[in-house]
C-alpha cells in the first residue's frame, strides 16, 4: 500500500525554466509534509516543508504547495539551475507521529 | 559538528554471512532511523528508535535487527545476509527533518 506516490519517476527541464515536481498521497491523517533532495553517492538533505493548515510555503527558488481536497503536493523551482540536477523524495507525516513515510522519488535533469 | 555518518562505506558478503552497520549522530536528536533505498522504491523505513534503549519496526524489518544502547549510536544488523538485502541503507536522526548519512552501498552474493 503506497500512501505517498511520485508518479513520475524522471523529469528533464530546460536551464531558467520552471521545474513541478509532483506528489500525492491517500492517507487523510497525513498533516506534515516534506520535500528531500538527494545527489549521488550521497544521503538526502532536507529542502522544505508544509504543514497542512497552509496551502503554500515558499523558501527562495522553492515553493511548495498543498491542495488537500485532491490530496496532492508539488514543489515549484524557479529558475531551474543545473545544481537542482537530482532525485527529489517527498514525505508525509501525521504531526506527533515518529516516522515519515516516502514516495519513490523522481529524478530531475536540468539542461543546459 | 559531523552531523550523521555511517560506517562502512562498501561493503560485499557472500549469502549467510552475517555484518553490523553502525550509525552515529552528534547532534543529541531523539529519534534515529535506519532506511534502504533500492530502485523505483524509494525510501523504505527498516527499524526506527525514540530515545536510548528503545526500538520499533517499520516497513521492512524482516531479516533486521537493531540496537540502540547510546544516544548517539543505532546500530543495524543482518544475521544471515540474503541478496534481497543488497541495497544501499541510510541512516537520519531527528524527527520531520531528518539527518541522513552519506550511506552504506551493500551487495550480497
Known amino acids: 500500500d503506497q500512501q505517498v506516490k511520485q508518479n513520475s519517476p524522471s523529469l528533464s527541464v530546460q536551464e531558467g525554466r520552471i521545474s513541478i515536481l509532483n506528489c500525492d498521497y491517500t492517507?487523510?491523517?497525513?498533516?506534515?509534509f516534506l520535500w528531500y533532495k538527494k545527489y549521488p553517492a550521497e544521503g538526502p538533505t532536507f529542502l522544505i516543508s508544509?504543514?497542512?493548515?497552509?496551502d503554500k510555503n515558499e523558501d527562495g527558488r522553492f515553493t511548495v504547495f498543498l491542495n488537500k481536497s485532491a490530496k496532492h503536493l508539488s514543489l515549484h523551482i524557479v529558475p531551474s539551475q543545473p545544481g537542482d540536477s537530482a532525485v527529489y523524495f517527498c514525505a508525509a507525516s501525521v504531526q506527533g507521529a515518529q516516522k515519515l513515510v516516502f514516495g519513490q522519488g523522481t529524478r530531475l535533469t536540468i539542461n543546459p | 559538528n559531523a552531523g550523521v555518518t555511517q560506517t562502512p562505506k562498501f561493503r560485499v558478503l557472500k549469502t549467510g554471512q552475517s555484518m553490523t552497520l553502525l550509525c552515529a549522530q552528534d547532534?543529541?536528536?531523539?529519534?534515529m532511523y535506519w532506511y534502504r533505498q533500492d530502485p523505483g522504491m524509494g525510501l523504505r523505513l527498516i527499524h526506527y528508535s525514540v530515545g536510548e534503549g528503545t526500538t520499533a519496526k517499520g516497513e521492512v524489518p524482516d531479516g533486521y535487527n537493531v540496537s540502540r544502547l547510546k544516544k548517539q549510536n543505532f546500530l543495524l544488523g543482518l544475521e544471515s545476509a540474503a541478496p534481497s538485502q543488497t541495497s544501499v541503507y541510510f541512516c537520519a536522526s531527528g524527527r520531520y527533518e531528518q539527518y541522513f548519512g552519506p550511506g552504506t552501498r551493500l551487495t550480497v552474493t
Open positions: 508544509i504543514s497542512s493548515i497552509k
Open positions: 547532534m543529541n536528536h531523539e529519534y
Open positions: 492517507n487523510s491523517m497525513f498533516d506534515y
